[in-house]
């Protein structure tokens, strides 16, 4: 696998500029990239609400509540440019999206090795689509190692109010470079969103280039607040369509 981290030094000295220095500016043709990737987006959404009615149930004038839904579909493309990377398996990576012809601010976000984002400052949150992409970008998110059928394991997450365990298996293995994986996540939010949902998802990804192929995911959350029940689901669809790692 082609070699593409840069000095420790290097990329410190990037992650401590002030805060206003850290904004990211769109990069140049000048600005070498350590990797350039482009995905393929579809995104189907659907959103429901149900509110308790105000009259009670056995009321034949009654209505037992009021329920509201509403469905959209878009496509378009995620692009992941990886700035700097350290020995430890962090990256740099600039995130961009564009869907049903909007183009969303360019987010600098850290990736760490073990599929973890951390934002710089003064950077928007990626769109639940990216947030679910990147982390297989990250180098022991699955792996560059050789993987055998059968294989799995599972990740717990615990931050703040955010707690999740993420289950992987891969399901078969046809080259070094093309191993599918079955993703499986449950997880809570507590506080002022009081959620839980489920993620479920299978993926075809590359351990020698350590990216995912292409991908489908479907996702569940089911929040309460007070009288309402609100139910967000989506099925999004990744295919990657450029990788400068592709030349080599």
Same mark, same amino acid.
């Given at each position: ?43 189907? @959404? ?20 009021? @329920? ?10 995620? @692009? ?169």
């Amino acid at each position: 696998m082609k070699a593409w981290t840069l000095p420790t030094l290097a990329f410190l000295a990037l992650a401590a500029l002030p805060v206003s220095a850290q904004t990211p500016a769109p990069v140049s043709s000048a600005t070498p990239l350590l990797r350039h990737l482009v995905f393929a987006l579809k995104l189907s @959404t659907n959103y429901s609400s149900e509110l308790k009615g105000i009259r009670d149930i056995a009321d034949p004038q009654g209505a037992p509540g009021v @329920t509201t839904q509403s469905r959209d579909r878009g496509e378009g493309t995620i @692009t992941c440019d990886v700035i700097a990377a350290r020995d430890n398996g962090d990256l740099l990576v600039d995130v961009s999206e564009t869907l049903r012809g909007q183009v969303t601010p360019v987010s600098r976000i850290v990736l760490h090795a073990d599929g973890e984002v951390t934002y710089l400052p003064n950077q928007k949150p990626l769109a639940p689509e990216a947030a679910l992409l990147i982390p297989f970008l990250a180098r022991n998110y699955i792996g560059p190692q050789a993987h055998t059928v059968g294989e799995n394991w599972s990740v717990n997450d615990n931050f703040d109010n955010f707690k999740a365990t993420t289950k992987f298996k891969i399901t078969a293995v046809r080259a070094p470079s093309d191993v599918s994986v079955d993703v499986e996540q449950d997880f809570t939010i507590s506080g002022t969103q009081n959620s839980t949902g489920v993620i479920r998802g299978h993926a075809n990804y590359d351990p020698t280039k350590i990216v995912l192929k292409d991908g489908s995911f479907d996702t569940r959350s089911r929040t309460q607040q007070g009288e309402e029940y609100r139910v967000f689901s989506s099925f999004m669809e990744f295919t990657l369509r450029e990788d400068s790692f592709a030349k080599h």
